[in-house]
């Protein structure tokens, strides 16, 4: 049986993403996205009650500061109490998971998006993902990148503008780009 580009880009397979209904899901995120992006004078359970309307999963108590963009947003899972400030993005075209408690600061990019290292395959339209997982009661500094596939354990503290482009234990401190455990 044949999978949609949907379900390829959800299993972390090639697929393309000019499909129709990946375009439908990504029109209807842009049109979500006009309507939290003016809503900073709303009070935050009016926020949050809009982030309901297209993450995956939001916590109790979970802030996140417009502007703020995201590719589909069904594919965001964020726990309890978590804080995003300003400017944040994420690419989700894979499951972004943040736990409880986590604080990100302004201007970071959680990144699922990847694309073929082959020329041939990046002219024809083709890319794919993988999942970024963050732990419980993370920190993230301003402007840091965290790119796909990477998982940042329990406790951890990203600097800002670092560039992740690896694992991150639990409980570690990492800074630079790329960034490394100081």
């Known amino acids: 049986m044949k999978r949609t580009q949907k379900e390829r880009m959800l299993a972390g397979e090639l697929y393309i993403a000019a499909d129709d209904e990946l ?6 995120a842009c049109q979500w996205m006009v309507r939290y992006n003016s809503s900073l004078a709303e009070s935050i ?4 009650a809009m982030l309901t309307e297209l993450l995956g999963e939001v916590g109790e108590g979970a802030n996140i500061r417009p502007p703020f963009h ?10 309890r109490s978590v804080f995003l400030n300003y400017n944040c993005v994420i ?18 990019q959680i990144l699922t998006a990847d694309h073929p290292r082959e ?5 024809q339209g083709w890319e794919s993902g993988r999942p970024v997982t963050i ?9 840091a990148m965290v790119l796909p ?24 401190t990492v800074v630079g780009n790329p960034a490394r455990q100081r």
């Open 45 to 48: 359970a009016t926020r949050h």
């Open 70 to 79: 995201c590719d589909y947003g069904y594919n965001i899972r964020i726990g």
């Open 135 to 143: 732990g419980k009661n993370v920190w993230i500094g301003a402007g």
């Open 149 to 172: 596939g990477v998982s940042i354990g329990d406790n951890a503290i990203v600097g800002a503008g670092s560039v992740v482009t690896r694992d991150v234990l639990a409980g570690a």
């Open 23 to 28: 375009k439908a899901d990504a029109d209807r």
């Open 119 to 123: 020329p041939e395959l990046r002219a």
């Open 91 to 108: 690419l989700d075209v894979n499951p972004v998971v943040i736990g409880e408690g986590t604080q990100i600061g302004s201007g970071v």
